[in-house]
């Protein structure tokens, strides 16, 4: 029903949000993109773009064909690949941050292993920060990371709030210094919380510090304190801090991708761009979840 070449440019003006630049990575003329996208809006009886002489934004219907095309368009390749015989060889060394491994990934992962099992997955687990290292020196292929909402490096996977997490029977004493649980530098999360807490004045102290996520969330369960997380992944046994104990908004964090482009060979770049199809489909889904939770 709906053509993979529209699918493919609705994609590209939704990440760009401008004709213009989607035609140039296209190599496609501004018109023809004007074209692709009128056609698919035909198709679908809706307008996707809200658009003027100075801006253009995804409508709601918009925002539901991003998950609708990816998924769409990596069925085709699938499909493609299995009917022409080709399939994706190669090594593909693959950085995932640890919050997203212990919970969407593992299934992401599963199916991109029996749809590609010529494919030699080696995965890494890093904070965040340590990922972008690795990637700008050529040892990773893709990263599936953290980034601030105000930065732009990357492809947007997901934006969700973070929040305070605990056991769902923990009292805090406000006349005491907060006890957190906190990863090491670099973590994303670790700088915001410290962030808004010297903001507000608000005195703390570390109950807690691990690079690895199982250990704090060990720690959060047993009573110890306080961490900031991903509001779509928080672990089973662990709820949101009540507003009523006065801890400073955290504000979001953006999950991205980041492509190690001209630094592999052109199989591992193939089996990135697979990879990050399917990871973008999962994080449309996780959006639309997300959604829902907070409304």
């Known amino acids: 029903m709906?053509?993979?070449?529209?699918l493919r440019t609705f994609l590209a003006v939704a990440q760009t949000l401008s004709f213009t630049q989607a035609a140039r990575r296209l190599g496609l003329r501004q018109s023809t993109v004007s074209q692709h996208i009128r056609r698919l809006e035909d198709a679908t009886g809706r307008p996707l773009f809200a658009?003027?002489?100075?801006?253009?934004?995804?409508?709601?219907?918009?925002?539901a064909m991003l998950g609708f095309a990816r998924t769409i368009l990596a069925a085709h390749e699938r499909a493609t690949a299995f009917f022409t015989g080709t399939r994706l060889r190669g090594r593909l060394r693959f950085g995932a941050s640890e919050d997203f491994v212990l919970t969407?990934?593992?299934?992401?992962?599963?199916?991109?292993?029996?749809?590609?099992?010529?494919?030699?997955l080696e995965l890494t687990v890093e904070l965040s920060g340590t990922l972008h290292t690795r990637l700008a020196a050529g040892r990773l292929d893709l990263v599936l990371a953290k980034r601030r909402p105000a930065d732009t490096h990357g492809e947007l996977v997901w934006r969700s709030a973070l929040d305070w997490i605990g056991a769902p029977r923990l009292r805090l004493d406000p006349d005491r210094p907060l006890p957190l649980i906190l990863f090491p530098p670099p973590a994303l999360t670790r700088a915001r919380a410290l962030e808004v807490l010297e903001t507000r004045g608000r005195s703390w102290r570390a109950a807690c510090t691990s690079a690895s996520l199982s250990g704090l969330i060990a720690a959060a369960r047993?009573?110890?304190?306080?961490?900031a997380h991903t509001r779509g992944l928080i672990p089973p046994g662990l709820v949101p801090v009540p507003a009523r104990a006065g801890l400073p908004e955290l504000g979001e964090v953006d999950?991205?991708?980041?492509?190690?482009?001209?630094?592999?060979?052109a199989a591992a770049q193939e089996a990135a761009d697979?990879?990050?199809?399917a990871i973008l489909a999962a994080g449309d889904q996780l959006h639309r979840l997300s959604s829902a939770t907070d409304a």
């Not at 999950?255 to 060979?265: I, T, Y």
């Open 104 to 120: 969407r990934l593992p299934e992401i992962l599963e199916s991109f292993r029996r749809d590609h099992p010529e494919v030699d």
């Open 255 to 265: 999950f991205v991708l980041l492509h190690g482009r001209g630094r592999g060979h």
């Open 2 to 6: 709906y053509d993979p070449g529209q």
């Open 51 to 63: 658009r003027d002489t100075h801006r253009v934004e995804l409508t709601e219907d918009g925002e």
């Open 222 to 227: 047993a009573g110890l304190g306080v961490m």
């Open 274 to 277: 697979a990879l990050a199809a």
